[in-house]
């Protein structure tokens, strides 16, 4: 589990150091061990983290996340930096869980699946037929 961070920060509206503090961990909602979501949102340190490691500067993530503020997304990152082996180990988890839900469901796909993979082979034998 990922421990909370002991980070303090200075909001834009909190810029005075004699005003209450906030912490790190109030930009987020911890729901459970596997997912952790920007507070107010559905987004997840995944998805800001996911842009940040592919070289996105905080501006770029927010063009491709316009929900969040540049506050949101600094925060994200640094809770990333701060718990760096930590974070990178809930990334690792989140993608083999993603890839297992994957192969579950390439495995057994709904009926609406595969209906349309069936429509999609006839148009195709029709298509090699008719050339």
Known sequence: MLARSKVLCYTEANTDPGDEMMRLEDYFDFLSPEDIRLKGHRIGIDDVLYYYLEGYT???????????????IHATITYYLHNR???????????????QRYREWEADPSPVVQRLRAL???RERRQAAAT
Request: aromatic fraction near 6%.
């Open 58 to 72: 905080p501006e770029e993530i927010a063009a491709n996340l316009p929900t969040l503020s540049l506050e949101q």
């Open 85 to 99: 082996a930590k974070v990178d180990a809930y990334l690792s988890r989140l993608a083999t869980w993603r890839e």
């Open 120 to 122: 999609r082979s006839q």
